[in-house]
């Protein structure tokens, strides 16, 4: 902090050709600039023209040696600030370093949108970059009786899709072929044929496929008082008792 000051001191006093004399605060009357308050006319040319170089090096209007300054930074050109921002980011530091780093050295309108955006597409970072932590499943918890929870998938094999129903509990799967189609209807038929032989699960788990996710599904699971739960889209793992028969058969049948 006290270096840049130092620094903007050095580049506001670079812009003038001056003598350092010693005057005792006796004999110092302050003069106009260090007393003037905001608004006041400023009175003499060379006044004026002392205000105008501070503006100027303010807003970055004065150049030394052909860079045009802006405070102590250098405004770099248009044309310039791709091989800026490559050697900015050479390091691969993040945005934050990244910022920084320009913050002492260098300006241009949007710069720090550039730096963002520069460093969001480096493809050396992107490739690095650690993979966000996958949740850990949570096991589904072991139902205490027999057909407390089952688990609903389509199977489609050679010559049509079948219903699986798996029981949590027992592992016992019961299978129906769904001849009339695979729609809500056909699959609610099969199912009532199960649930009228083993009783009403208290629990259903299914995927997102169509015949589950219909209202005459969900009306279906409320009329009787089931529980009926959908796993997350594109994450079958989550209905894995019946995801991991269903591959049992699948495989079973091609042998
Ligand atoms: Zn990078």
Redesign the pocket.
Known sequence: MTANRLQRYALFLSAYNYTVQYVRSANNVADYLSRSHAGARLPTGAARGHARRASMLRTGKLTQDGCILRGHKVVIPLNLQGRILREL?SS?FGVVKTKAEARRRFWWPGIDADIESA?GA????TALRPAPTRAPLAPWPYPARPWERVHLDMLSVAGGTHLVVVDAHSKWVEWAPLADGAGTEPVLRRLSEMLGRFGLPRTIVTDNATPFTSARFRRYCEVNDIKHVTIPPYHPASNGQAEITVKLIKRALKR
Do not use: K, S, T, Y
């Open positions: 980011h691969h460093v480096c493809g050396a970072c």
